[in-house]
């Protein structure tokens, strides 16, 4: 068994575990690849080249933790008891 990539339009959609011979195809339009290392859904095929998907954006603070935050360290509390207050 090993770890196949469901490609479609140079784009990895899907992976599955499969023995390369055993009674499956890939959706119609999608081919399969054993999958290389590191690669997985999300990664685009460009040539013999694999490219990574765009990291997701970094989440946005909430303004109001940022001012508790603020504020709570102004009074003197530890970071470990703000984060145990108002969690990450």
């Known amino acids: 068994m090993s770890t196949y990539l469901v490609i479609k339009d140079n784009k990895v959609v899907n992976t599955v575990v499969w023995d390369g011979e055993s009674?499956?195809?890939a959706p119609e339009g999608a081919t399969t690849q054993v999958a290389p290392a590191g690669v997985?859904?999300?990664?685009t095929k460009s040539g013999s080249n694999w490219i990574a998907p765009e990291p997701p954006?970094?989440?946005t603070p909430d303004p109001n933790k940022v001012?508790?935050?603020e504020k709570l360290?102004?009074?003197?509390l530890t970071e470990a008891e703000i984060t145990a207050l108002l969690g990450a």
Request: net charge neutral; no cysteine.
């Open 23 to 25: 009674d499956w195809t």
């Open 57 to 59: 954006p970094a989440p």
């Open 73 to 76: 360290a102004a009074l003197g």
């Open 67 to 69: 001012s508790a935050r």
């Open 40 to 43: 997985g859904i999300g990664w």
